[in-house]
């Protein structure tokens, strides 16, 4: 049967969509960007600065669930300026440990949410 989570500490969902889905020990953890929970407001001051706040709302969903990020089996990465690759990727760096990190792919993309420049989604275990 599947349960949807939604955490009160990431920001509101920009549409008729969850925060996540689980099913089967399995969750889906909708595209999250760089909303601040608290005002809804875009964070954008850089780059790094937008992929923490993205990493920190995953985390919130996660936690909602009861899991972390060691839990997460993929990770789909989407810019607006494949430029930002390495910047992107030394954020996303400091919140997996590398022996273990999950798949992931970063795509380019022509446009995002509310103008955002990075947006992840991943795909997470739920121990029994």
Avoid: W
């Avoid at 689980?22 to 608290?38: C, E, K, R, T, Y």
């Avoid at 920190?56 to 909602?64: C, P, S, V, Y």
């Avoid at 760096?93 to 273990?100: I, P, V």
Wanted: hydrophobic share 40%.
């Amino acid at each position: 049967m599947k349960k949807i989570i939604n955490s009160s500490h990431a920001p509101a969902p920009v549409g008729p969509y969850n925060h996540s889905a689980a099913f089967n020990g399995i969750l889906f953890v909708s595209g999250q960007i760089a909303l601040n929970p608290s005002t809804g407001e875009m964070v954008q001051e850089s780059i790094e600065a937008e992929t923490h706040l993205v990493m920190k709302n995953i985390e919130a969903i996660l936690k909602e669930a009861g899991i972390g990020f060691s839990d997460i089996l993929k990770c789909s990465v989407f810019v607006t300026d494949i430029q930002n690759y390495g910047s992107i990727n030394g954020v996303y760096a400091e919140y997996f440990n590398e022996d273990t990190a999950p798949a992931r792919e970063l795509v380019d993309v022509c446009a995002l949410p509310k103008g955002a420049n990075v947006e992840i989604s991943v795909i997470a275990s739920i121990p029994n």
